[in-house]
């Protein structure tokens, strides 16, 4: 996590890309935003279309030579591939999770609608059981969708990007 962390850092000085920011700024554009994480935003960064956010960028790199331009597009690139590599791996954990989880509710489920129910609290702890257990499934269900959502959305980030500095890269070329 550190080395990560340094690693961000270094590029932030490279080519002035903030990982942190730049995410808030693009899930503002996207419309992905919640009203307190939009209180908390500069005005100068709220973005209410493509091309003003594409402006921002231009503007932003426009002072950038050619060959830095090339090499900040390489860096998009390889944050890109990272990117797939955490999304594929996503897309595994996810089902085996599912299954992994389900597997031991439907045993647990099985375990207690066999067992005697000799009154009305055993019963109702029964099914106080179940819903725990429920409650769980349904919590790590929604947390591994939250992190899918956020590697793709980091990637289309990294896309997006990249497509406007190599645009920037092409028209630097032909002129």
């Known amino acids: 996590m550190k080395k990560e962390k340094r690693s961000n850092n270094i590029r932030k000085n490279a080519y002035d890309f903030d990982l942190k920011e730049e995410e808030k700024i693009y899930k503002y554009v996207c419309g992905r935003m919640t009203n307190r994480e939009k209180k908390k935003m500069s005005e100068n960064n709220k973005f209410t279309s493509y091309g003003c956010w594409k402006k921002y ?19 998009l690139n390889q ?5 797939k590599l955490e999304d594929d791996y996503w897309i595994i954990l996810i089902p085996v999770t599912l299954a992994i989880i389900l ?10 609608m ?8 055993h019963g109702i702890i029964n ?11 349904i919590f ?13 959305e980091q990637e289309n980030l990294y896309k997006d990007y990249k497509e406007i ?6 028209n630097e070329r032909d002129t």
Do not use: P
Request: no cysteine; glycine share 2%.
């Open 57 to 75: 960028i231009v503007d932003k790199y426009e002072n950038y030579s050619y060959e830095r331009l090339v090499d900040f597009s390489h860096f």
């Open 79 to 83: 944050k890109i591939r990272n990117i």
């Open 103 to 112: 597997d031991k509710f439907m045993n647990e489920f099985t375990e207690i």
């Open 114 to 121: 066999n067992m005697e129910i000799n009154s009305i609290l």
């Open 127 to 137: 099914l106080f059981a179940i819903s725990i257990v429920l409650v769980m499934v």
């Open 140 to 152: 790590m269900i929604a947390k591994l969708g939250i992190q899918l959502v956020k590697v793709r």
């Open 165 to 170: 500095i190599d645009e920037m890269i092409k």
